[in-house]
């Protein structure tokens, strides 16, 4: 079966091209835009490839104008004109051509591809591509990146990604040079983890190639802002546990070691807290980090905002932040609710301690939780479980609560005996709707030490 589309004699072509110009071109290529009456592209461009335009032929410089581009192309066809869009490489490669796909009927269209640069600089230094990952920094200038970043950095894709894959090719920006990247890379403790090229200048007379740079050199380093990087692993990616983490795993407050949500509670709790791939998730009362540090790992396409007012208990979780090297988690220093309205509205929201705020973070929760989120607290004392429950019942909301009270196996001479935890109680509570437009309770669970 052939779903392609109708061969529309006037589509306009969009044209990959390289730094070398004309030279770059297939010949197809060539003859489109050399009769081409309306020609479309960056300003650069257009200068590398105006002597091979008709006599007359009109020009639009792009740069700044993108919204502009399928008004123009219209209106070329409109006109009966030959109209031709001008790209860096593979149009379809974070190119333009799915943009004009978009806007325009696909039938409009025919791509005449190019080389990618990234294919270009990965042949100069031989290294194999078909697994790598795409990444572009073609993003707002947002500085240099701080470990605990939120999503809106122009970096974040990048941090993320790094944690995933053994291979990645990068498009750069001016502002989001190799040099930063390479100190993002060392803010994120993997300056020893990967090896970087950088080809500068593909195709012109200055091209220059640095096959393998370490992070460190590459960090105090000045490059071309015509550039690509790519990135490899020195080492195999780790695999770490990302479900049932054991208690030992976190630092935790000394000399009151243990306060932290117990592994068998934290599970139970992670558990209903209904998290996916994406969810966004608020750790309020984060103490050591255990739950949102665990959530990050189980949320990797998602983002964990976790606030702790105890300045003791923040320290800690941000040694545990960076043991832990997930770039998905952002803490803060304060005390709920405050800060809270930065946030963006969440998934799933775990309150391990509400600083005598419990009942108005309940009812501020559950009114910033999207449809089918989930709320868990969990609590130690019946004070705060009798808050809780009042503070939902109020609220009309669905709620039902979970005792849970685990003993462990300890040594008493050649034998073992079992000694009985703490009970904890999990309040649960559910904005609908939920799978097949069921309502289901949604979760709440108290302890001041995440």
């Given at each position: 079966m052939n779903d392609l589309p109708?061969?529309?004699?006037?589509?306009?072509?969009?044209?990959?091209?390289?730094?070398?110009?004309?030279?770059?071109?297939?010949?197809?290529?060539?003859?489109?835009?050399?009769?081409?009456?309306?020609?479309?592209?960056?300003?650069?461009?257009?200068?590398?490839?105006?002597?091979?335009?008709?006599?007359?032929?009109?020009?639009?410089?792009?740069?700044?104008?993108?919204?502009?581009?399928?008004?123009?192309?219209?209106?070329?066809?409109?006109?009966?004109?030959?109209?031709?869009?001008?790209?860096?490489?593979?149009?379809l490669c974070h190119g333009i051509a799915p943009y004009l796909a978009q806007h325009l009927c696909l039938d409009a269209l025919e791509i005449l591809p190019n080389l990618s640069t990234l294919q270009l600089a990965c042949a100069r230094v031989g290294l194999a591509w078909q697994d790598a990952r795409i990444v572009s920094v073609h993003a707002a200038d947002a500085g240099e990146w701080q470990r605990g970043a939120p999503p809106s950095h122009g970096l974040y894709a990048l941090a993320q990604a790094l944690r995933a894959e053994q291979r990645l090719l990068l498009l750069t920006?001016?502002?989001?040079?190799?040099?930063?990247?390479?100190?993002?890379?060392?803010?994120?403790?993997?300056?020893?983890?990967?090896?970087?090229?950088?080809?500068?200048?593909?195709?012109?007379?200055?091209?220059?190639?640095?096959?393998?740079?370490?992070?460190?050199?590459?960090?105090?380093?000045?490059?071309?802002?015509?550039?690509?990087?790519?990135?490899?692993?020195?080492?195999?990616?780790?695999?770490?546990?990302?479900?049932?983490?054991?208690?030992?795993?976190?630092?935790?407050?000394?000399?009151?070691k243990g306060l932290i949500t117990k592994q068998e509670v934290r599970a139970v709790s992670l558990a209903r807290l209904q998290l996916r791939a994406d969810s966004v998730v608020w750790d309020i009362g984060a103490g050591s980090g255990s739950v949102g540090l665990e959530a990050a790992r189980l949320c990797p396409?998602?983002?964990?905002?976790?606030?702790?007012?105890?300045?003791?208990?923040?320290?800690?979780?941000?040694?545990?932040?960076?043991?832990?090297?997930?770039?998905?988690?952002?803490l803060q220093h304060g005390k709920a609710p405050e800060g809270l309205e930065d946030w963006p509205d969440p998934d799933s929201v775990f309150i391990g301690g509400s600083g005598g705020e419990l009942a108005g973070l309940i009812e501020q929760v559950l009114r910033r939780l999207r449809p089918g989120g989930w709320l868990v607290m969990n609590f130690v004392t019946l004070e705060n479980l009798a808050t809780a429950t009042q503070a939902l019942q109020s609220l009309n909301a669905d709620w039902d609560v979970l005792q849970l009270q685990a003993a462990r196996s300890r040594p008493i001479l050649h034998m073992h005996r079992m000694a009985a935890e703490n009970p904890v109680w999990l309040v649960c509570a559910?904005?609908?709707?939920?799978?097949?437009?069921?309502?289901?309770?949604?979760?709440?669970?108290?302890?001041?030490h995440g």
């Open positions: 109708s061969q529309d004699p006037n589509r306009c072509r969009v044209i990959g091209v390289l730094d070398d110009g004309v030279a770059s071109l297939r010949a197809t290529a060539l003859a489109h835009l050399r009769t081409a009456d309306v020609v479309i592209g960056g300003a650069r461009t257009l200068a590398l490839l105006r002597h091979a335009l008709k006599p007359g032929a009109v020009t639009h410089d792009l740069t700044g104008q993108l919204k502009a581009v399928p008004g123009w192309v219209r209106a070329a066809r409109e006109a009966h004109q030959a109209c031709v869009v001008l790209a860096t490489g593979d149009p920006s001016p502002a989001n040079s190799p040099d930063r990247i390479a100190r993002l890379l060392l803010a994120e403790g993997l300056g020893s983890d990967f090896h970087m090229a950088v080809a500068e200048n593909l195709l012109q007379a200055d091209e220059q190639v640095h096959a393998q740079l370490s992070p460190t050199d590459a960090a105090s380093m000045r490059f071309a802002e015509l550039n690509v990087v790519l990135l490899w692993r020195t080492r195999p990616r780790p695999h770490p546990v990302r479900f049932g983490l054991a208690d030992s795993a976190f630092e935790q407050r000394q000399p009151e396409q998602g983002h964990v905002f976790a606030i702790e007012k105890n300045e003791a208990d923040h320290a800690i979780a941000r040694r545990n932040h960076a043991a832990f090297g997930v770039s998905n988690y952002t559910g904005v609908g709707p939920m799978g097949h437009g069921q309502t289901e309770p949604l979760v709440a669970e108290e302890t001041a």
